[in-house]
Every structure is written in C-alpha cells, then in structure tokens.
C-alpha cells in the first residue's frame, strides 16, 4: 500500500483525509517529529499547498500531500481567502474563546451592514501532490454557499458554523461528516487527487 504524508500536524485534518484516501496508507507529521515547520507565504492556495508538499517530500523522502483551503467573500473582494486561518491576526492569537471564533467574529462584524442577498461566498481547496522524484500536481474543490448572520451546528471547525452550503438549507457545521465529505470543497479536491493515483 502507497504511502502518503500528510504535511499537517492537526489531527482532525488527519482523520478527515484518512476517510477521502481509504486505498493508501495515510500518515501526519506525527511521525515525523522533526519535520520542518512551513510558513504559509505564497498568495495563493496552490502556492501555499505547494510549499509545504514539498518541504515535506524532501525531508521524508515519501509522497507529500498538503492543502491549503479558506473561505471566500464576495462582498469582501474574495477575502479573507489564503488568509482566513489568520484572518484576525495576532488579537485572534491572544482571544480568549481562540483563533477560529476570533476569526469567524471578525468575518461576522466585518459583514454586519451587508445585506442578505449579498453574502455569497464559497470555500476553495488546493491539495497538493508532490513525489519525491519532483513531480506534483495540484487539485482544486470548491463549495458554494453564503454567510449566515449567526453561528449554527456543533460539527466541523473554523468558518462552518456561518456557512450555509446551497442548496442545503444548513451550514456546513450542520451537516453529517459523510455529508460535508460529499459536498465540501476538500472533499472534491482530495476525490480528485485519489484518481491521480489510481484510487
């Protein structure tokens, strides 16, 4: 069985991918204590995706798989995009409730006067493929939906629970794992990624 190395230290995304790459032997840097620490520098998600890929190939020496996802808001000209895991910066760092909810408070205030209909936004997910011979591919998914004006569900993380999914009716932290796995933005980039491969 092929194994991939997930380029991630979180074990939800861990768990996650292992549920899209059921034929491959999936691993995070768990394994890899001292793999290296990648800054996310590029200004896009495949660049992001990308760096660490490779970062993580050549200090294992294994097939790297990374990802880089963030949500999208028309009404704010795409942002927070490749910044939304740091979209509240270091007052987020130092929050009390923690990074994610600073974050989605921020996205929230930021949206306060825009109207219903103008709350269109999507996730997008870049997942990177890199072998150790140098060749990589890149797999984008997206999920279109809307911003909500108030937290709802208790699955998922980050942006979810303001994110209603269209055509759902319910925000993505509503859904059953299964389900956000067969609509979400990383699930159609990882499905695709898996074909590469032959799964």
Same mark, same amino acid.
């Not at 190395?5 to 991918?17: C, H, M």
């Given at each position: 069985?092929?194994?991939?190395?997930?380029?991630?230290?979180?074990?939800?995304?861990?768990?996650?991918?292992?549920?899209?790459?059921?034929?491959?032997?999936?691993?995070?840097?768990?394994?890899?204590?001292?793999?290296?620490?990648?800054?996310?520098?590029?200004?896009?998600?495949?660049?992001?995706?990308?760096?660490?890929?490779?970062?993580?190939?050549?200090?294992?020496?294994?097939?790297?798989?990374?990802?880089?996802?963030?949500?999208?808001?028309?009404?704010?000209? @795409?942002?927070?995009? #490749?910044?939304?895991? =740091?979209?509240? !910066? +270091?007052?987020?760092? /130092?929050?009390?409730?923690?990074?994610?909810?600073?974050?989605?408070?921020?996205?929230?205030?930021?949206?306060?006067?825009?109207?219903?209909?103008?709350?269109?936004?999507?996730?997008?997910?870049?997942?990177?493929?890199?072998?150790?011979? @140098?060749?990589?591919? #890149?797999?984008?998914? =997206?999920?279109? !939906? +809307?911003?909500?004006? /108030?937290?709802?569900?208790?699955?998922?993380?980050?942006?979810?629970?303001?994110?209603?999914?269209?055509?759902?009716?319910?925000?993505?932290?509503?859904?059953?794992?299964?389900?956000?796995?067969?609509?979400?933005?990383?699930?159609?980039?990882?499905?695709?990624?898996?074909?590469?491969?032959?799964?």
């Amino acid at each position: 069985m092929t194994t991939l190395v997930l380029a991630t230290r979180n074990q939800g995304k861990v768990v996650e991918l292992r549920d899209l790459l059921t034929a491959f032997d999936v691993v995070g840097l768990e394994s890899f204590p001292d793999a290296p620490e990648v800054p996310e520098t590029e200004l896009t998600f495949a660049g992001n995706a990308l760096l660490k890929a490779r970062a993580i190939a050549a200090h294992t020496g294994l097939t790297a798989v990374s990802d880089d996802s963030g949500l999208c808001v028309d009404a704010l000209n @795409g942002m927070p995009g #490749v910044l939304s895991a =740091r979209w509240s !910066g +270091r007052y987020g760092t /130092a929050a009390p409730e923690g990074v994610d909810r600073a974050n989605l408070h921020l996205l929230l205030d930021q949206l306060a006067d825009v109207q219903d209909f103008d709350r269109a936004a999507h996730f997008v997910c870049a997942a990177a493929l890199v072998h150790p011979d @140098g060749r990589e591919e #890149v797999f984008e998914g =997206r999920m279109e !939906g +809307r911003v909500i004006r /108030a937290p709802r569900g208790a699955n998922g993380f980050g942006y979810d629970p303001i994110f209603e999914v269209a055509g759902q009716g319910r925000t993505a932290a509503e859904l059953a794992p299964h389900e956000k796995s067969a609509l979400s933005h990383r699930g159609h980039a990882f499905r695709a990624l898996a074909a590469s491969l032959g799964a």
